[in-house]
């Protein structure tokens, strides 16, 4: 509902969690409990009741019926559930405490599952980039129509050809996953997962790319386009190659970022235990400039890469620092 903000200022009573989930209740009704707490200056009589807005066999109830506060005082309300099962569905309700400047009802809800798949919603996968020929890890959820996940729910992920492994059926938790194969080739990538009771599917689409890759004697002085320069500390130098970056993009900010566009350059001395980024100027999918880190100062030499993402070229060495 709208927020009441005046009633919200008057309260001196609180409740906490603020609304109560009992989630898909099976073979055993577990209670749930919340906070109480009188924040007035003065001791508070509350009364306390738990309404039902449906009607069900499985009853709700509240334990004490009645609390006694006094001023900065806590206490713990138990709610139980309790009769028998319900017929499959989603009930709602609310708790409420009267008694206190403002009545307060803290609503609680509980879900029956009628054990039949109805809907997969993606839990992992969706919008993903990744390099050319790797695997992709999907997830689904299987739930029924009242939002309950379903055990043992048939999926196909597809296309066939493209899964490297895949679970069959849904666990206790009602997910399903499966490691797609990405296509060869660049550009834009789906797959999708169906259950096979139905015509419910989860549809998957992503970015393939190829991976950055430096080209030989790629790295050059950035004023004179020179190779052999080194990884002078402070100096500027520039990376040639393919795929480097999705864009042209530049740095806006007076100090130069060590991460532009999903672009970082790392510099790796593990002989000294110095590894740190470059200060990037620019990126672009043929070129990245960049700022040799200070920290590299005192290295003979250094290992350094661009790192796309979660993708990686391959490592170059300079010896001369």
Known sequence: GRLDIAAAVKTTVTVEPSSISFGAIGASLAPRTVSV??????????????????????????????????AGQSQTVTLNLGGSLPAPGSYEGYLEISGGPVTLRAPWLYLASDGVPASLIPLQGAGFVTETSSAVNLAVLAIDQYGVPVTNAQIRFAPADSVYRATPATDPLGIAEAYMMAPATAGEAAFRADLLVNAARADFSGHVRKPPQIAKNGVVDSASFQTGAGFAPGSYVTIFGDNLAEALTSATTASLPISLAGVS?????????????????????GQVNLQVPLELAGSTSAVMKVTLANSASRSVRQDNV
């Open 37 to 70: 707490t009188n924040l007035g200056s003065s001791q508070a009589t509350l009364q306390l009741k738990a309404v039902a807005r449906d009607a069900s066999a499985t009853t709700v109830t509240v334990t004490p019926a009645s609390l006694t506060l006094a």
């Open 265 to 285: 350059v790392s510099f790796d001395d593990a002989a000294r235990g110095v590894h740190a980024p470059g200060r990037l100027v620019l990126v672009a999918p």
